[in-house]
């Protein structure tokens, strides 16, 4: 029984360690689109993001700086696709896949001229990362045996072992559901993404608005990366995000645009992913060992399987994705 509550444990914070970074970014594409503006560039924010928290933190020997440079680096990008989208109506897709793009090749370059390390940050040491603010719950054993099976492996080790980022993530989610359907922001982002002549016909500026949405997305995925290169990993790697960005896309649409039914597809993967690194080399009864390669593809295998079932039964904000042109 005490095995069984330690690996239901460790499964437990596994899966809100792997969904966290996916929240952060599901929540800064739902805050976009439900302004009207499609930003396919998560995926690129949040990369670039995590070489900079990674970069500045091993400069500075600080994980506030780095937390700070992935916020400004994130939000520098946002407002290029704002520049880009919003203010010259370009293109919403062509902007974000450039960002992404942009953001695999120069993290790469900039990380081989500053550090000659192949691409990779400096690793960090454990002073400089985000550590768990709890470290005597981050062992289940240890937990267990301090506190007692149930609260020590299932609720101490599952649910209080982990760092501020993590907890900062589902914060967020609150944050966001409150702004959208109790503040007079909220109401206004909403409306812009349905209608956005209406919001201007009121005297409120649409590019504005739009702006806002895509520079409060952007702190959401600054803290996306930094949580990536300063709490899950020690450093940064070349496309360290592995199609997070897309699978936070596929989650939100899944979620059809709203908070809630976001954060349970964003669990559901987490805990797709926490299963299949627990899978890996295990034996299944009557299918023997299952590849490796095939447990690490059953998140992206249901990134595809979501948005080919509900992506037309989907209703998204009417205005997603089209520029808006103030009538003369």
Known sequence: MDDTLVMLGSVLASTLRLTAPLLLAALAGLLAERSGVVDLGL???MLAAAFAAAAAAAVSQSALVGVV??????????????????????????SGMAINMVAAGLTVVLGIAWFATGGQTPTLPPEVRIQALAPSLTEPLGAAQQHGAFLGALLGHG??????????????????AYLLARTRLGLRLRAVGENPAMVDAAGVSVAWLRYRALLMGAVL?????????????????PNMTAGRGYIALA???????????TLAACLLFGLLDALAIRLQGVALPGVGE???????????????????????????????????????
């Not at 440079?69 to 062509?94: E, K, N, S, W, Y």
């Open 159 to 176: 649910l209080f072992s982990h760092n501020v980022l993590v907890y900062a993530a589902f914060a967020s989610l609150a944050l966001v």
């Open 221 to 237: 995925c600054g803290l996306a990366g930094a949580y990536l290169s300063l709490a899950q990993n020690a450093n940064f790697s």
């Open 251 to 261: 989650a939100m649409i899944f979620g059809r645009w709203r908070p809630l039914p």
């Open 69 to 94: 440079a992935a916020i400004g680096v994130a939000g520098a990008l946002a407002l290029v696709h704002g520049f880009a989208c919003v203010t010259h109506r370009g293109d919403q897709v062509i």
């Open 290 to 328: 299952v590849p490796v390669q095939a447990i690490q593809a059953l998140p992206y295998l249901l990134t595809v399987v979501l948005l080919a079932g509900f992506i037309g039964s989907a209703v998204a904000p009417k205005a997603l994705g089209r520029p808006y042109v103030k009538e003369r």
């Open 43 to 45: 995926e690129g924010k």
